[in-house]
């Protein structure tokens, strides 16, 4: 290949990284994964909590960890990798946080009435 075709393609590989890019970086700006970000991560809160709470309907406390549940399914792990949790002493109450949704971290509004009979305890996610 002759030197000036290298040059001609060195040149149009960097205009086509360049533009690759900008492309990314406007996609970026979009943010068009909110939406999926913020139903995915509803679901691995409820999956999480409602996993959570049967535990506690069961065993009598809530888990120490949440690798300590049981008879979990397939696409269950998904949601409980997705979530951090921390319980009280005595196991009785417990915080959960969602930390992904599908790509990042969504911004969830979860009304007070979700938790409504529940163990979570906003104080111990401080």
């Not at 300590?68 to 959960?96: E, M, P, Q």
Request: aromatic share 12%.
């Amino acid at each position: 290949m002759q030197r000036s075709h290298k040059i001609v393609l060195a040149i149009a590989g960097v205009i086509f990284l360049a533009l690759c890019c900008v492309g990314a970086s406007r996609i970026y700006q979009l943010q068009f994964w909110r939406g999926p970000d913020e139903q995915f991560g509803d679901q691995h809160l409820k999956t999480t909590v409602a996993l959570v709470e049967l535990h506690k309907v069961r065993y009598g406390h809530y888990p120490e960890t949440l690798s300590d549940l049981r008879f979990t399914g397939a696409w269950d792990s998904i949601a409980i990798g997705s979530v951090s949790y921390r319980t009280n002493a005595d196991r009785s109450r417990y915080c959960l946080k969602v930390e992904r949704g599908w790509v990042g971290k969504p911004r969830l509004e979860i009304p007070p009435e979700f938790w409504q009979g529940t163990g979570y305890d906003r104080a111990l996610c401080k």
